[in-house]
């Protein structure tokens, strides 16, 4: 397989990573977000916790294998990027620290203030994580001000307060939005009673929410941030380096993609219109509400996917630095292998991980937590 | 130029993490085999006590599991966060094993591990004891990628430096996949895993032998521990003198430091059995040694040197010295001189470009170098030998204790009187800690003996760091210590809890504290 394709098909399974995590993880942090708010008891709270405990592990793997297909297909985006943003990957890392323990921890001593302290640390997991690999996202759009040395050596030139742009900020709380909307709509799938009608409630909100801060970002980004382009470039389908291209800024809001393909469109088109779906349908039909909801995180993180393309982290310092998912990806041996075993490893995976699913279907109630109390989370 | 105190602390936050992190790993790897052969005890004979057996032994399982999760992700992000140098310059092979990791082996485990705590009721027994067995499989084979990574950093076979994106690229896979070192690794570490298992089952079993508590429940538990520890502490001690027969120079670096090996003797070599290794006078203080041991050992012959630093330091000063004149050519190819000359030339004489790149630390510019940093560069390019020698010993010493527990446990369980000797009992119960000791300095040895490289003879620790600011590293490893030590306290105060329930804890009335209706106790 050609070079050139190779670096495509790993933009697009990075991608497909990212969107796995958000859909499946993004929900038990979703869950763990609306703990506290919509658990008015510790029983409330056992239920929900219960919704997820069979699956947070498997799906937090999305998320551990991101990282390493992105260390794996993108060295230098992996490189560039943890070591830039270091002070918000080590708060996410914490917050992260919250989550094996809270569930596994939380209910095995029946002590309140022990189980308090499980759930504000859930709520951290599940809160933090979000805010911040939104905010990352804004950065992203912004630019972010790192360089590369002739060793190709990255360095970055800002702070983390820096990051607290207000595009950002906004598309740190539509992520936030979006995962507690997920985490929502998967309570409607697995809770019944009070908690189920709050579910529904929260569900509708944040649905509302996702709306609007989308529209937001996307008016924000169209009048008043300047994307970038690719003036001139080597062949994409050599080996580059991100020190071989000429970018310039211009692109108005990184819609060059849009305007070029509108049926692209359609994408962001999707995402409020699911997002319109899920509020509509919460109270009546909550498999489809699941599902839009977790179309509508697919659309919302492609949207900014596909209007950065093939841009992966554009440099606000010296833009010609920017790394693209052309010039900072790895050898052709190394991609090709990794598809190899992404195309053998994936579909079992998606197999076996709807086989666990489907054998732990159904709703999880009261009755059944106090039955099995000393084996339950 | 790069901050020394940020390599230090970067250096030291790694090593921290990663001695953590492998608290909670062998455990895993070990009692998850545990779990399955009690599983596949109880679906054999349907006696449930084995599922018992298997429930409590999980609880405890998944006490410990949930540390190894949340340390591991540490793990993962560090190499971007603090060595995003190393990320770009290796990550095109490195990263390989790592995502192929996560796809083959974590999801596997991950995904039934749900299975394994919730899915009692959900499925048949076979079914579930398959879920077991597939979190025993997923554990070991993410060890086995984990392993072909590491592997790698100590031996890097399989890949060749580019100088135009300046970095290693995979040349073959199969190279690294059969590395000789991962592979020898990866049965020594999971086998050390089973090890840390057993010991695990068996000293806590031994405890509710001497309160004699739950006693068929425990003499059950204590015989699968005693005969799976017994055959996993063999194979430890076999594989890992296997690793003691290596190959490539920077094992053969370790192992002159490990045996504080600083002249090079006459073989067969004899083994210092006990020393004070002084690195500035390069000797050893009151030097104990057995004649001809070491020979036998690290060369399989009387005939073959074992290399000490006496030749290792002038050949490494050699290497730094030609690296200095492929560092020149790397620097006329960057700067656009691609003449076929030049490239071969450089084809000539890449592989000790890393030794050149040592001298980063003591110079700017590589190739206006004096002789006095050559000099310095090639004493510092040995690591220190008194931690190692040490630490060597003491894993040796712990490998060959638990061996002695293990043969007296077989034993007594096998005379069917595991209720029997006290004093066996409690060398079970006291033995707890040695399967961590030996495992932390085993790592010690393999991965401080890897210094001053990162990646052996390609990339120095130095030039590895991410170019950031020692105020980010201070704050890091000041946030990750508080957190890890507060869920150090959580894990043992549930450990300590539940150990002492036992499997009263399971809530079916069957167990000590459950029968006799006292309070259960408070850890």
Redesign the interface.
């Known amino acids: 397989m050609d070079y050139e394709t190779l670096k495509l098909i790993w933009w697009i399974l990075i991608g497909v990573l990212l969107i796995g995590f958000a859909i499946t993880d993004g929900f038990d942090m979703g869950v763990g977000m609306l703990l506290r708010i919509i658990g008015k008891t510790d029983m409330d709270r056992r239920v929900m916790i219960?919704t997820v405990?069979?699956?947070?592990?498997?799906n937090?793997?999305w998320f551990?294998?991101a990282?390493?297909?992105i260390?794996?297909?993108w060295?230098?985006v992996?490189?560039?990027?943890?070591?830039g943003l270091?002070?918000a990957?080590?708060l996410t890392?914490?917050a992260?620290?919250f989550?094996?323990?809270g569930?596994?921890?939380r209910s095995?001593?029946d002590d309140p203030r022990w189980r308090n302290m499980w759930d504000w640390g859930l709520t951290i997991g599940g809160f933090v994580p979000a805010l911040i690999f939104g905010v990352a996202f804004g950065n992203l759009m912004l630019g972010l001000p790192f360089e590369l040395d002739?060793?190709?050596?990255?360095?970055?030139h800002g702070s983390f307060f820096g990051l607290l742009h207000p595009f950002a900020l906004i598309c740190g709380l539509l992520s936030v939005a979006m995962l507690a909307m997920q985490g929502g709509a998967w309570l409607q799938l697995k809770t019944h009673g009070l908690l189920l009608i709050r579910a529904q409630s929260i569900t509708q909100i944040t649905a509302g929410a996702v709306i609007i801060l989308f529209v937001l970002a996307g008016i924000w980004l169209l009048l008043g941030i300047d994307g970038m382009h690719i003036v001139d470039t080597k062949p994409v389908g050599d080996?580059i380096?991100p020190l071989m291209k000429t970018v310039a800024y211009g692109n108005r809001g990184w819609q060059a993609n849009y305007l070029q393909y509108p049926l692209l469109w359609a994408i962001p088109v999707l995402g409020i219109v699911t997002a319109a779906i899920t509020l509509l349908l919460s109270r009546a039909e909550s498999v489809l509400a699941f599902l839009s909801s977790s179309l509508c995180v697919a659309c919302v993180i492609l949207t900014a996917g596909v209007a950065l393309f093939p841009f992966v982290m554009p440099s606000s310092r010296d833009p010609n630095m920017s790394l693209t998912m052309w010039d900072a990806t790895?050898?052709q041996?190394?991609l090709g292998?990794?598809f190899a075993?992404?195309v053998i490893?994936?579909p079992i995976?998606l197999l076996?991980?709807a086989w666990?699913y489907r054998?732990?279907f159904g709703r999880v109630t009261k009755e059944y937590i106090e039955e099995n109390?000393?084996?339950?989370y | 130029m790069i901050d020394e105190a940020v390599v230090d602390l970067s250096r030291l936050q790694f090593a921290l993490t990663a001695l953590y992190h492998f608290l909670f790993v062998p455990l895993t790897l070990g009692l998850s085999f545990i779990l399955a052969i009690m599983e596949s005890c109880y679906v054999m004979s349907g006696k449930t006590i084995y599922r018992d057996m298997t429930?409590f032994w999980g609880k405890l399982f998944?006490?410990n599991?949930?540390?190894g999760?949340?340390t591991?992700?540490?793990m993962?992000?560090q190499?971007?966060?603090?060595w995003?140098?190393y990320?770009?310059y290796?990550?095109?092979?490195?990263?390989?094993p790592?995502?192929?990791?996560?796809?083959?082996a974590?999801?596997?485990e991950?995904?039934?591990?749900?299975?394994f705590?919730?899915?009692?009721d959900?499925?048949s027994k076979v079914q579930h004891l398959i879920c077991t067995w597939l979190v025993a499989i997923g554990s070991n084979l993410s060890a086995l990628w984990i392993l072909i990574a590491n592997g790698w950093m100590q031996y890097p076979i399989g890949a060749e430096f580019?100088y135009?994106?300046?970095?290693m690229?995979?040349?073959s896979?199969s190279d690294v996949l059969f590395n000789p070192v991962a592979q020898v690794k990866f049965v020594h570490t999971v086998a050390a895993g089973y090890v840390t298992g057993a010991m695990f089952v068996l000293s806590v079993s031994s405890y509710y032998l001497l309160k004699k508590r739950d006693i068929p429940f425990a003499r059950r538990s204590f015989a699968i521990a005693a005969s799976f520890g017994l055959a996993s502490i063999l194979s430890v001690i076999v594989l890992g003198d296997e690793s003691g027969y290596t190959v490539g120079d920077v094992q053969k670096v370790k192992l002159a430091a490990v045996e504080a090996e600083w002249e090079t003797q006459k073989p067969p070599a004899g083994f210092t059995l006990f020393a004070f290794p002084d690195q500035e006078e390069k000797r050893n203080h009151f030097e104990v040694k057995i004649p001809w041991m070491l020979g036998l050992i690290a060369t399989r012959s009387l005939d073959e040197e074992v290399v000490g630093f006496d030749r290792i330091i002038p050949d490494n000063e050699k290497r730094i010295r030609r690296g200095i004149e492929a560092y020149a050519l790397l620097e006329k190819l960057?700067a656009g001189d691609t003449s076929q000359e030049t490239k071969n030339a450089f084809a000539d004489m890449q592989f000790d470009l890393g030794y050149g790149l040592l001298l980063k630390r003591y110079t700017e510019n590589i190739t206006d170098a004096t002789d006095e940093q050559i000099k310095l560069a090639a004493e510092h390019s040995i690591p220190r030998v008194a931690p190692l020698f040490w630490t060597f010993r003491i894993m040796v010493a712990a490998g060959f204790i638990m061996l002695f527990v293990f043969l007296a446990a077989f034993i007594q369980s096998a005379r069917h009187r595991s209720a029997g000797s006290r004093a066996i009992l409690y060398a079970s119960l006291w033995a707890l800690p040695l399967p961590w000791i030996a495992a932390e300095c085993g790592w010690i040895v393999a991965e401080y003996g890897r210094q001053p490289w990162s990646i052996a003879e390609v990339l120095p620790t130095y030039m590895s760091a991410?170019?950031?600011s020692r105020g980010?590293v201070i704050?890091?490893l000041t946030?990750?210590i508080a957190?890890y030590t507060a869920?150090a306290v959580?894990?043992v105060y549930?450990m300590l809890?539940?150990t002492r329930l036992g499997p009263s804890?399971?809530?079916t009335g069957k167990y000590h504290f459950e029968l006799i209706g006292k309070p259960e106790p408070q850890a």
């Open positions: 219960n405990g069979p699956h947070w592990e498997g937090q793997v551990i294998t990282g390493g297909a260390f794996a297909a060295p230098m992996y490189a560039a990027a943890f070591s270091y002070s990957l080590i890392l914490c992260l620290f989550r094996p323990v569930f596994d921890y095995k001593i002739p060793m190709l050596r990255p360095s970055y080996k380096h790895s050898s041996l190394t292998l990794m075993a992404a490893f994936v995976i076996y991980t666990c054998k732990m109390s000393h084996s339950s | 429930k998944g006490i599991f949930a540390l999760v949340t591991g992700i540490t993962e992000f190499f971007g966060t603090n995003s140098y990320s770009h290796v990550g095109d092979i490195f990263g390989v790592l995502a192929i990791e996560g796809l083959m974590f999801f596997l991950s995904t039934f591990i749900g299975l705590f919730f899915g009692w959900r499925m580019n135009e994106s300046m970095r690229e995979l040349a896979f960057r991410s170019s950031i980010e704050g890091s946030a990750i957190f869920l959580a894990e549930l809890r539940f804890s399971l809530g």
